[in-house]
């Protein structure tokens, strides 16, 4: 067990680093190099994620840029900052995901996912998320908050996983620990990349409608 130097507790933590000056600042270096925190074409629809609690090891979030689609129809994309939080490996119980679609003569359809649940946990490795907002009570050991996005790559000695667009504001603002735990967890995303990722008792059900009755809150 790490000795607990930075142990740091946020109520309400809320997108800790990008919004205004690095978010801003990733779309313009970000699209002038190419750069893409997600290393597809991120589909036009966000997505919502629930967690009971997820357990983190090696963590960092940076600013980044994804690209992808505006909207359902067309091929038209944008570009739209994303706060990328990585660890190299994560588990999670009580996790929900769920994302809407308007069906032609159906309406809206909620599909909805579940596990982690009854004493089973989701398990990833290399975990990437690509998150708009964050709401949870987080708790962080051993935190640095100021370094550089670049330095907080396990190949130059950093406590994250590899950085994978140096790209994207390499000496952007970023913060980093040895441990994160996060409970309550309630989060929108553009995207989600892991290495593996392993759903303990997964299900899958399908909803008519919209809003926190189907959706995950």
């Known amino acids: 067990m790490s000795q607990v130097r930075g142990g740091t507790r946020w109520k309400r933590f809320a997108v800790v680093m990008v919004p ?35 357990h983190g090891y090696g963590f960092a979030q940076y600013g980044g840029v994804d690209m992808g689609y505006k909207d359902l129809k067309g091929d038209e994309k944008v570009a739209r900052p994303v706060a990328i939080s990585t660890f190299e490996t994560a588990t999670i119980t009580d996790m929900c995901q769920s994302v809407v679609s308007d069906v032609p003569l159906l309406g809206k359809i909620t599909l909805q996912l579940n596990a982690g649940q009854n004493g089973k946990q989701v398990k990833a490795k290399d975990l990437y998320l690509d998150v708009t907002d964050l709401k949870a009570d987080a708790k962080f050991t051993n935190i640095d908050i100021g370094v550089a996005a670049k330095d907080t790559d396990q ?48 299900q899958m059900s399908l909803h008519k409608g919209d809003g926190p009755k189907v959706e995950c809150y």
């Open 20 to 54: 205004s000056v690095a978010a801003t600042a990733a779309i313009g270096v970000g699209l002038a190099q190419g750069a893409l925190a997600a290393s597809f074409a991120v589909s036009g629809q966000e997505f919502k994620v629930e967690a009971g609690y997820l």
């Open 155 to 202: 190949r130059a000695g950093g406590k994250g996983p590899i950085v994978k667009d140096k790209s994207i504001l390499p000496n952007g603002f970023a913060q980093q620990a040895d441990e994160a735990e996060l409970t309550g967890v309630q989060q929108k995303a553009w995207a989600t990349t892991a290495g593996t990722f392993e759903l303990g008792g997964l």
